[in-house]
């Protein structure tokens, strides 16, 4: 992929539909030029909690001008250890590897409003495994226009 390519961007429009329906701290698993740096923004003028998890150090360091008393960025040696067992507004969960996504969607399911997971064209389900958490969400929303896909999925309602 060529480094002007939008793929890593096609989120975009669903994880800022979920910003802007919720309320309380949000949840970014994995860091990018996209999505961290929208975060960012958006949480500080909504004075919002952030907390933004990242395993590769080069990424996280590329974004640590943005830590702040609100944005926390977090290295992660084994994402098994992060701790997210709390209530979130948002989560965007779009990090590597691959398997961990189905992992950490499991433990988010009820306790975040929105849940936002990149990548998640039919196409891909043999890297992400979408379909073994689609079951734990009373809601999902497909955002299709866009490849790669985004599917928003909530507990509490349709975004």
Same mark, same amino acid.
């Given at each position: 992929m060529n480094i002007y390519s939008p793929e890593p961007g096609t989120h975009i429009p669903a994880l800022v539909k979920a910003v802007m329906e919720s309320t309380g701290p949000i949840l970014e698993l994995g860091m990018g030029l996209f999505s961290t740096t929208l975060l960012h923004a958006l949480a500080e003028d909504q004075n919002r909690e952030l907390y933004s998890f990242e395993h590769k150090g080069k990424i996280l360091n590329t974004f640590k001008r943005f830590e702040s008393e609100k944005h926390h960025? =977090?290295?992660?040696?084994n994402w098994d250890d992060i701790d =997210?067992?709390?209530e979130w507004g948002v989560a965007l969960v779009d990090h590597d590897p691959s398997d961990r996504r189905v992992k950490e969607i499991k433990r988010l399911a009820n306790n975040t409003k929105y849940v936002v997971a990149h990548d998640s064209k039919k196409e891909n389900e043999h890297i992400y495994h979408y379909s073994e958490i689609y079951d734990l969400f009373l809601y999902k929303k497909f955002y299709t226009k866009s490849d790669p896909n985004t599917v928003v999925m909530s507990n509490v309602c349709l975004i």
């Open positions: 960025l =977090i290295f992660v040696p =997210i067992d709390r």
